[in-house]
């Protein structure tokens, strides 16, 4: 039975009510990922609001990536509980990036941190360091021209989440998608500013490879180095200084 017994203090929107009632079942254990909501009739009769504020609620949580709404009938309708922390933490760092209100350079700093902290802890025998091993056979397979930059890229960004998941710790692992996410597209365009790609290109591969090694050699220290140089020097060379003090120039 679903239980409608929430304690509010002071005044909600009416669509906060929802959300507040489907927290409480997240927390109490009466849904779980993989669980749904209630049919959107039934959850405004029983909370006593109506169904524009429910459907204002699952939108909400869509965004956030805590729940997928599905539509008609079959195994796929209803809107059922799953979780993409990463979607949402990356969409919000992306507009508050846009906004200017986080600084590029800031982000990157961060990156930095949390980059350093997952390489030094990441398991020698954490099957993702396999998958981190692959991703730079594929890098090596692309042309080092200008024009293939963004797969090179693409590739770059799920090698540096392999690392981290290496690390087992999943809040990290959010944090640095999110982080890797809301970047991505400076990233791409900061290529534009390197004198030589395919020098850069060569250059980052060799420096993904020494990381890969240190991390397999259970040398965290060196490996959490090797991560925090490579990071600087890529946004260093593009012009972007992860200090925040001012653009740097591009070598």
Known sequence: MWSNHINYDGIMRTHQLVLTWIEKQLSDGRLSVGGRLPAERTLAEQLGVSRTSVREAIRILEAMGVVRAGVGSGPEAGTVVISDPTAALGSALRLHVATQHLPVSDIVETRILLESWAASRARADAPELEQAAMLLDEMDAVEHVAQAADNFLALDVRFHLAVADAAGNAV????????????????????????????????????????????????????????????????????????????????
């Open 172 to 251: 990290v692992s959010a944090m640095m998608g999110s982080l890797r996410e809301s970047i991505q597209g400076y990233t791409a365009r900061f290529t534009a500013n390197l004198p030589d790609w395919d020098a850069t290109a060569q250059r980052l591969q060799a420096e993904h490879r020494e990381i890969l090694a240190a991390i397999r050699n259970d040398d965290g220290a060196r490996a959490a180095r090797l991560v925090a140089a490579h990071i600087e020097g890529y946004y260093q060379e593009a012009g972007v200084n992860p200090a925040g003090e001012g653009p740097a120039r591009p070598r």
